[in-house]
C-alpha cells in the first residue's frame, strides 16, 4: 500500500539542495510513495526541481516571528495547518533537525521523525518526534539526510547510488558565447574569497574563451559583483537578479561553475556540472560538495590558491 510521506526541510539554500538525494532514496525504493515537501517559500524552486516531489508547501518562518500576534500570520499558519490535514499524511519526517522545523512538522497530525536528541542540532526539537534515530554527526550533511529518512521509513541505503533526481533545462542558445558562472557571494563574511583574486580567476577564464557571468540577490552583493565585473574587464556580464530556478538553468548551460560555499554552488554540483567549491571556514568533509564533477578545496582557515582553483575547473571539466 502506498504511503503519504511529508519532508520537513525549510532552510536553508545548501541544506534544502542535501535533502534532494534522500528523497531520490525513497522514491526509487518505494516507487508508490507519495512525497510532497514543507520550505520556506524563498527557496521552494528547489524541491520543485525534483522529478520525484509532488507537491511543495511553502512556509514564511522568518516573517511570521516578525509579525507572530497579528491576525493574518495565524490566519497563514491555519491555512498550512488545514493544507497538511487535508492531505492526511502517513509519516512526516524532520529532516532539519530544528524546533521551528519540529513544530511545524506537528501541524501534520501525523507520526512525526527525526534525530534522536544526540544527533541533532537542537537537542529540545527531538522532544516533538514520535520516534527518534540516532546519526552520527560525522556523516556529511548528505548522508545523514539519506540515513535518517531510510531508518524513519524502514529501507536501508546500502548499495543505492546516489541521485539528486533534479529536472532543469539549460536556457543557453546555440548561438550564445560559451560562458561561465562564477558565485561569488555567500552570507558571511568568513565565507568569501577576496575580490581581487575573483579577478584574477575571471581574467584566466577570459583567456580560454568564456564570458564571465555573475548573480546576486542583494544591493550590497551586486555592488560587489559589479566592482569585481568592472576591474576584471568588459567579458563579465553581471545578471539582473534572478529566481533559484532560473539561476539553475543558466548553470546548466555553463561550461564549468565556481562558487562559494553558498547554496547556489550545492546546487550546481548536484545538476552535474563542472563545479568547484571554494571553503574556507568550515570543514569540507562535512558540506563540501557532493556531485560526480565536483571539486571541494580548502576548509576551516584556508584560501585557495587562483591557480588551485585552475587544476580543479580542469580537473572537474575532464569528467564525463
Given amino acids: 500500500m502506498s504511503q503519504r510521506v511529508l519532508i520537513v526541510k525549510t532552510t536553508s539554500m545548501g541544506d534544502v539542495v542535501h535533502a534532494l538525494p534522500a528523497i531520490a532514496d525513497l522514491a526509487r525504493v518505494k516507487p508508490d510513495t507519495q512525497i510532497d515537501w514543507v520550505v520556506e517559500r524563498s527557496f521552494a524552486d528547489i524541491p520543485r526541481l525534483s522529478e520525484h516531489v509532488r507537491f511543495v508547501h511553502e512556509v514564511a518562518v522568518r516573517d511570521w516571528r516578525r509579525r507572530l500576534l497579528t491576525r493574518s500570520t495565524w490566519d497563514e499558519i491555519n491555512r498550512v495547518r488545514h493544507a497538511f490535514r487535508i492531505e492526511q499524511y502517513d509519516a512526516v519526517v524532520d529532516l ?13 497530525g501525523a507520526p512525526l521523525y527525526g534525530y534522536d536528541k ?13 520516534q527518534t534515530f540516532s546519526v552520527s554527526k560525522s556523516l556529511s550533511a548528505v548522508k545523514r539526510c539519506r540515513t535518517l529518512l531510510a531508518h524513519a521509513l524502514g529501507y536501508s541505503i546500502d548499495g543505492l547510488p546516489l541521485d539528486f533526481g533534479l529536472r532543469v533545462i539549460s536556457t543557453k542558445n546555440q548561438d550564445e558565447k560559451p560562458y561561465v558562472v562564477f558565485l561569488v557571494n555567500t552570507s558571511r563574511q568568513t565565507k568569501l574569497w577576496s575580490e581581487e583574486r575573483w579577478v584574477q580567476l575571471a581574467r584566466y577564464c577570459a583567456k580560454q574563451g568564456y564570458e564571465v ?12 559583483v559589479k566592482r569585481i565585473a568592472k576591474t576584471a574587464g568588459d567579458f563579465c556580464r ?12 543558466m548553470m546548466q548551460g555553463a561550461a ?10 550545492h546546487l550546481a554540483a548536484a545538476t552535474a556540472r563542472p563545479t568547484v567549491g571554494l571553503f574556507l571556514d568550515y570543514p569540507v568533509e562535512l558540506v563540501g560538495l557532493t556531485g560526480t564533477r565536483v ?26
Avoid: H, M
Fill in 96 to 108: 532539519q533537525g530544528l524546533v521551528k522545523s519540529a513544530v511545524i512538522g506537528k501541524l501534520a
Fill in 213 to 224: 557571468r555573475f548573480f546576486w540577490a542583494s544591493p550590497e552583493e551586486e555592488k560587489r
Fill in 118 to 130: 544526540d544527533s541533532i542540532r537542537e537537542s529540545v526539537a527531538s522532544r516533538f518526534y514520535s
Fill in 238 to 249: 553581471v545578471c539582473p537578479r534572478l529566481s533559484i530556478g532560473a539561476c539553475a538553468q
Fill in 295 to 320: 571539486k571541494s578545496l580548502g576548509g576551516v582557515g584556508a584560501n585557495p590558491e587562483v591557480a588551485e582553483v585552475c587544476d580543479a575547473i580542469a580537473e572537474t571539466s575532464a569528467k564525463s
Fill in 256 to 265: 564549468f561553475v565556481v562558487g562559494v560555499d553558498t547554496g547556489l554552488t
